[in-house]
């Protein structure tokens, strides 16, 4: 008896270890040729966006949504449309990056999936948050969290963009509290939102008066954006750090990290 | 049992075991006749010779080619007691009408990296055939290494000539830096006289005899330069001449063996491409299996990552 259980359990040993082994030896689905040259230019424009190479990066995303458009990757299409309008967001060709957002949110005849929508809506807002028109602004965030699901990966993103909103009309109050909810979110998701949070925290505590939190957050701040190697978040960390210094009433020290700053926008 | 039924027993054993036997000869026939034709032993064949310097490249069972063909093999590679190295060859009778007393054999290689056979170059008498222990002459056919090597030979005497007249020309005592000397010291000659001739035209003409002396002096000193010069320009010459012409020869050679290894290249060129494309399939096949496929980045369309902070402007 005990020696038909060792054997059948051995048996059902090798069988669990072989269907393990056949997951594991399990070969991706073939892509098509045009498929892979998509992606191919995805990656290498990803890698230039990330080099702070934002021309070539446009160039390479534009390739790779024309090959996507040839063969109907609805995926491909959504993903380097946004990306688009992304680095045309960053170059300051605002009416482009909404021309690319408005054909992906016009877009009848494909079914892109809710949560390219709600990216795109979000990115909206921020365009208009941007050309300070914070009425479109607030109108495009509502309709990026009616986009987003309840498991939607964007409610850190609104939260931030809802706290610079509020901020923009002068409600610092509230823009501390989004920006509290949005640090919640984003602290364990994205370490580049969790320092927008804190940033828009530290906006939020100079306009208060409360100088220690907004030096705290700030330095918080600069150390997360130099470790992702982001130089225009680290001018405006600095920038901050100089407003609060002054209202500190420490020019000296104000004009150490305007120098900073300065230097930032300067560097080649 | 009844002895009857044992004597036909018998007889029956009997009768297989000649039949086994009988099986088995044939067999061995057969194995003998294959090995016999895989040898040549039923080509009517001449066993002809040749004598070599040294064995290098040469051995037993090499291919023996005429225009392409193969016509025989080497068969025995030995030692002769003054140190050469004799060769005994053996030709297939149905081709040795067409090779002529006085062919040679020469060593080559097939291609630049070919295997080496024993070509046949025809006489130019292919009445008088070679026949049983005739010898041929042999010489060593260019490969790539004797070819760079004869290369550098020629080139060394161009670089000789080129180290020797720019020797010549930097040389202080040369000809040609002594003629230029000459020429810096009548043109300084020169330059004094046309001094001095202005301060005669200013003072009147009272030293034009000398100056016109001074003038013939210079202009006699750069007439012997210029004989010097014309006695030196030959030989510099010539020796040009020469060294271009080991160029030319130089050139001749690279150009042949270009055009001897032209064939080769683009079936090097395209092997290469297919080995290439199949290194490149078997690596994305592995790019897309467990567990390498974690190491690559996905082959998917990837979002950047939305920034939701923007840069405060002043209304």
């Not at chain 1, 449309?81 to 967001?89: D, E, G, I, W």
């Not at chain 2, 053996?90 to 067409?98: A, C």
């Not at chain 2, 040369?174 to 330059?191: E, F, H, I, P, V």
């Not at chain 2, 046309?194 to 016109?212: E, H, P, Y």
């Amino acid at each position: 008896m005990s020696a038909t259980t060792i054997h059948l359990r051995q048996i059902l040993f090798l069988l669990c270890a072989l269907c393990g082994l056949s997951g594991c030896g399990q070969v991706e689905p073939v892509r098509n040729a045009k498929q892979l040259h998509a992606v191919e230019y995805g990656q290498r424009a990803l890698r230039a966006f990330q080099l702070g190479n934002y021309e070539t990066a446009e160039n390479l995303y534009q390739q790779a949504l024309r090959r996507d458009v040839e063969i109907e990757n609805i995926d491909g299409i959504a993903v380097n449309t946004l990306n688009l309008a992304r680095v045309n967001r960053i170059l300051g060709r605002t009416a482009r990056a909404h021309a690319y957002l408005d054909a992906l949110l016009q877009d009848d005849a494909l079914q892109y999936a809710p949560v390219y929508l709600a990216t795109a809506a979000t990115e909206k807002a921020a365009l208009y948050l941007q050309a300070n028109d914070l009425a479109a602004a607030e109108s495009w965030l509502g309709k990026a969290e009616a986009s987003c699901g309840d498991d939607c990966p964007l409610h850190g993103v609104i939260a931030n963009v809802r706290s610079a909103i509020v901020l923009g009309t002068g409600d610092a109050v509230s823009s501390l509290a989004w920006g509290e909810r949005a640090a919640a979110v984003n602290r364990n998701t994205s370490r580049m939102e969790y320092a927008n949070s804190l940033r828009l925290l530290a906006a939020a505590n100079l306009s208060l008066g409360q100088f220690e939190n907004a030096r705290s957050q700030l330095n918080e701040a600069l150390d997360l954006d130099k470790s992702l190697g982001l130089p225009l978040k680290i001018r405006e960390d600095l920038l901050l750090l100089a407003r609060l210094h002054d209202a500190l009433g420490q020019p000296q020290q104000a004009k150490r990290y305007q120098e900073r700053a300065a230097r930032l926008s300067s560097a080649p | 049992m009844k002895p009857n039924q044992f004597n036909q027993g018998l007889q029956h054993i009997e009768q297989r075991t000649r039949r086994f036997m009988l099986g088995a000869a044939a067999v061995l026939l057969l194995a003998l006749l294959l090995i016999a034709v895989k040898q040549d032993y039923l080509v009517r064949s001449t066993t002809i010779y040749f004598f070599a310097n040294n064995a290098q490249g040469l051995s037993r069972g090499m291919a023996v080619k005429f225009i392409g063909f193969k016509v025989g093999s080497v068969k025995s590679v030995s030692m002769e007691p003054n140190a050469t190295v004799r060769v005994r060859v053996s030709l297939d009778d149905e081709y040795l009408h067409l090779i002529g007393q006085d062919a040679k054999a020469r060593l080559i290689k097939e291609a630049l990296v070919g295997e080496s056979v024993v070509e046949i170059i025809p006489g130019t008498q292919p009445v008088q055939a070679v026949k049983e222990n005739s010898v041929l002459v042999f010489e060593r056919g260019q490969d790539a290494a004797t070819l760079a090597e004869s290369l550098a030979l020629q080139l060394e005497p161009i670089l000789n000539d080129i180290r020797e007249i720019t020797g010549s020309i930097k040389n202080p005592e040369g000809d040609l830096q002594r003629t230029l000397k000459n020429l810096n010291q009548a043109s300084g000659d020169m330059q004094v006289m046309v001094k001095q001739f202005t301060r005669l035209a200013v003072s009147g003409n009272q030293t034009l005899d000398s100056t016109s002396g001074k003038l013939n002096r210079a202009l006699d000193s750069v007439n012997a330069n210029l004989q010097v010069l014309d006695s030196t320009l030959p030989g510099l010459l010539q020796k040009a001449d020469s060294s271009l012409d080991n160029v030319q020869a130089a050139t001749a050679d690279i150009k042949l063996m270009t055009t001897e290894s032209a064939g080769e290249l683009p079936v090097f060129i395209h092997n290469t491409n297919a080995l290439v494309q199949d290194g490149q399939d078997m690596l994305d096949g592995a790019k897309r299996t467990w567990p390498f496929r974690n190491f690559f980045p996905k082959a998917e369309p990837e979002l950047l990552p939305v920034d939701g902070y923007v840069t405060p402007t002043k209304p």
